[in-house]
């Protein structure tokens, strides 16, 4: 059992028979009465979000999930597929189960896989990628990296806000938590 004390970002906890990921949570305390927690959630199986609100010092059972090696293979109309790299197993997850999380991503790339009693239930990919510009708007002689910013398509198809001086065919290290560009790879 997990108190609200204990509560963070990206835990997944059960509440209501479904699985829920915290996406956002706010301690709250009133001039009377006592604290509460508002917890903004993400079912893990249908991808609904709520947010709901619980007294504080609420209890919630803590949710153990496998972690297995994945590889992606192919996106496939409104599923995306993926294959266990032990055990050569082939399996599609939906757009709305992986969220973001698909932005970041590229066929072959090796993954985490969660699973919740032998069902996949979400991905976890690493903190940062490194992604090719494929569009931008050329930059300009005397552009500089303390300069203004411009928007540039990755080879994933998301767009992110870069320094002047990046170019077409630049390898780019991308925070998958935020989107934002972090450094150019030489």
Not at 57 to 73: H, I, T
Not at 163 to 180: A, S, W
């Amino acid at each position: 059992m997990i108190d609200t004390g204990e509560l963070r970002k990206g835990i997944i906890i059960q509440h209501d028979g479904e699985l829920q990921r915290i996406i956002d949570y706010q301690h709250v305390k009133q001039g009377r009465g006592s604290a509460f927690v508002r917890l903004s959630m993400r079912n893990l199986r249908t991808g609904s979000t709520t947010t709901q609100t619980f007294q504080a010092g609420s209890k919630f059972p803590l949710v153990r999930l496998e972690r297995q090696r994945a590889q992606y293979l192919y996106p496939e109309d409104d599923h995306y597929n993926f294959m266990d790299i032990d055990t050569f197993e082939q399996f599609a997850l939906d757009r709305e189960t992986l969220g973001d999380a698909i932005n970041y991503i590229k066929e072959n790339d090796v993954i985490d896989l969660l699973t919740f009693e032998g069902q996949p239930i979400d991905i976890e990919i690493p903190i940062t990628v490194q992604l090719t510009v494929v569009r931008t708007d050329p930059g300009l002689r005397g552009d500089t990296a303390t300069g203004g910013t411009k928007p540039a398509t990755l080879e994933t198809g998301v767009t992110v806000n870069v320094p002047l001086f990046i170019n077409e065919g630049d390898v780019l290290k991308i925070d998958t938590r935020t989107g934002q560009y972090i450094e150019r790879v030489q």
